[in-house]
């Protein structure tokens, strides 16, 4: 059974920081890309950043520089660092893994002003 766990998110003021994990089990990530994405309210689900097997990372034009995405093979974990939060950075943060397509059930960030 496949199971993408997601944990770390919470309420934070804005410029604060949370670092959010995606533990993995059923799935070897190492062979994956991972991805970070996150829906607000009334939005469409987006991308945040992603990470290839290589370490490759890509980021949406609107956390680069604020955010990190980062792996541990070893423990099958996914990381997704989030710093200088603002109020239009929450949402529900979901981890999704490509090549085997599945998805988190999510977690709530919520950055009060």
């Known amino acids: 059974q496949v199971q993408l766990v997601e944990s770390g998110g919470g309420l934070v003021q804005a410029g604060g920081s949370l670092r959010l994990s995606c533990v993995a089990s059923g799935i070897i990530i190492s062979i994956e890309t991972m991805a970070w994405y996150r829906q607000a309210p009334g939005k469409q689900r987006e991308l945040v950043a992603n990470i290839t097997p290589r370490g490759s990372t890509n980021y949406a034009d609107s956390v680069k520089g604020r955010f990190t995405i980062s792996r541990d093979n070893a423990k099958n974990t996914v990381y997704l660092q989030m710093n200088s939060l603002k109020p239009e950075d929450t949402a529900v943060y979901y981890c999704?893994?490509?090549?085997?397509?599945?998805w988190g059930q999510g977690t709530q960030v919520t950055v009060s002003s």
């Open positions: 999704k893994s490509w090549l085997t397509n599945y």
